[in-house]
């Protein structure tokens, strides 16, 4: 990643760094503090690569700096408070009030997807059982397949399900055991908008990540399901919409961050 910012920088002074990462991190130590889908914990991230390249870095839990960038630049513009939930391999949330950030005491706001939807659930990769990323993540889903088409193939020969997009397209489909996935994939997600509105009173909800922009019929059932699991007063209210941005709205909340740092720099600089 360092030789990839010093060539994009083309012989530029690199002013400041902005990584939008799967956490639990420590953004003031530049700490990767577990990320179970990536498989580190307690990984140096932003300190290492700050002196690779000579430049500070701010990181980022990647749904906090998605939240920030829509709250800021897409689809969070005029709302307050901004929840961004990605849905990708794992599922996160991010929280924007007043303009910034909520990382809670100990860095873990936002992890709406190792709520506890079903004890009895399947294992999450986090080690926890019947939390919602265990029934509507991407690696979450792509076990349960594993386990629910044990073969290569289907009766007809067709290549068992191997990841969420298949497992939701033979639902959609009628293959009866992609259906019952699909729709606990539907009552976790639901939940877990249902548990975010509960808390938050968002003013909406911005959905993003490879999974939430794909599967738009799966947000929105899971939304309309998760407003008759509130009070009426936050289900009339409820919004639930697609990411502005699309891919790019941790990127973007990771530049907003890296341009904070910059200029906080530069203002330290000028006054000695």
Same mark, same amino acid.
């Given at each position: 990643?360092? %030789? ?25 130590r530049?700490? &990767? ?9 307690? *990984? /140096? ?5 700050a002196?690779?390249?000579?430049? /500070? ?10 939240? +920030?960038?829509e709250? @800021?630049?897409g689809?969070?513009?005029? *709302? ?16 924007? =009030? $007043?303009?910034?950030?909520v ?5 873990a ?6 709520? !506890? ?5 399947p294992?999450?990769?986090c080690?926890?059982?019947? *939390?919602?990323? #265990?029934?509507?993540?991407?690696a979450g ?13 289907? %009766?007809d020969?067709?290549?068992a ?6 497992? @939701?397209?033979?639902?959609? #489909?009628?293959?009866p055991?992609?259906? +019952?996935?699909?729709d606990d994939?539907?009552?976790? +997600?639901?939940?877990? &908008? ?9 003013? =909406? &909800?911005?959905? $993003? ?10 947000v ?9 699991? =509130? ?20 990127l !973007? $909340? ?7 740092l910059? %200029? ?6 000028r *006054?000695?």
């Amino acid at each position: 990643m360092a %030789a990839v910012i010093v060539d994009l920088a083309a012989g530029e002074p690199v002013c400041a760094i902005g990584v939008a990462a799967p956490g639990p991190l420590d953004p003031a130590r530049g700490v &990767i503090l577990h990320s179970p889908n990536l498989g580190w914990r307690d *990984h /140096p991230f932003g300190s290492g690569l700050a002196g690779a390249v000579g430049a /500070p870095v701010c990181l980022e839990d990647d749904a906090n700096a998605g939240a +920030l960038g829509e709250a @800021l630049h897409g689809a969070g513009t005029g *709302h307050d408070p901004v929840v961004y939930l990605t849905l990708s391999t794992g599922v996160g949330a991010g929280i924007v =009030v $007043g303009g910034g950030i909520v990382r809670g005491a100990h860095q873990a706001a936002g992890e709406i997807g190792h709520l !506890v939807v079903d004890a009895a659930g399947p294992r999450c990769g986090c080690g926890g059982a019947g *939390h919602v990323e #265990a029934f509507v993540g991407g690696a979450g889903l792509a076990r349960r397949a594993a386990a629910a088409w044990p073969a290569a193939t289907l %009766a007809d020969g067709s290549p068992a399900p191997r990841n969420a997009g298949d497992v @939701l397209r033979l639902a959609r #489909a009628g293959d009866p055991t992609a259906v +019952l996935l699909a729709d606990d994939a539907t009552e976790a +997600l639901a939940r877990a &908008i249902a548990a975010v509105s509960a808390v938050l009173d968002p003013g =909406v &909800i911005v959905v $993003g990540g490879s999974l939430g922009r794909g599967q738009r019929a799966l947000v929105r059932r899971a939304a309309a399901r998760a407003r008759r699991l =509130v009070i009426p007063q936050a289900g009339g209210s409820l919004r639930v919409v697609p990411a502005a941005l699309g891919e790019r709205s941790p990127l !973007v $909340g990771a530049a907003v961050l890296a341009s904070g740092l910059a %200029a906080a720099a530069s203002r330290e600089g000028r *006054h000695g």
